[in-house]
């Protein structure tokens, strides 16, 4: 399974940004898909999660502010960032989870896309 994220780039403080993430390979469906952010020296932190069924989870500085949202037939995952603030500035990683072949629920990462938020 390959993830390919794109979207990312540089905007003003109180700006936006819609990151995209398509998912391809051998699997026909995948379950939660989701970003994550991390800063170089940080861990990797959870942003936003959705559900196959269209339910979501997000971290508490996205609330609010942030949409998730998700295509299931294009097996693709949104993300739009409205109100961005400066220590948003981090760069975002996609995953999608399945099952293929009887294996363990797996996940996959995109290659991360840089968001940075001038002040």
């Known amino acids: 399974v390959q993830l390919q994220a794109s979207g990312g780039g540089l905007v003003r403080s109180g700006g936006s940004l819609r990151l995209s993430c398509t998912a391809s390979g051998s699997v026909s469906s995948f379950n939660d898909m989701g970003w994550h952010r991390q800063v170089a020296g940080k861990q990797r932190e959870e942003v936003a999660i959705?559900?196959?069924?269209?339910?979501?989870r997000y971290a508490d500085s996205a609330k609010g502010r942030f949409v998730i949202s998700r295509d299931n037939a294009k097996n693709t995952v949104y993300l739009q960032m409205n109100n961005l603030k400066p220590e948003d500035t981090a760069v975002y990683y996609c995953?999608?989870?399945?099952?293929?072949?009887?294996?363990?629920?797996?996940?996959?990462w995109g290659q991360g896309t840089q968001v940075t938020v001038s002040s």
């Open positions: 959705i559900t196959r069924g269209g339910n979501t």
């Open positions: 995953n999608a989870d399945y099952y293929y072949s009887g294996a363990p629920l797996s996940r996959s």
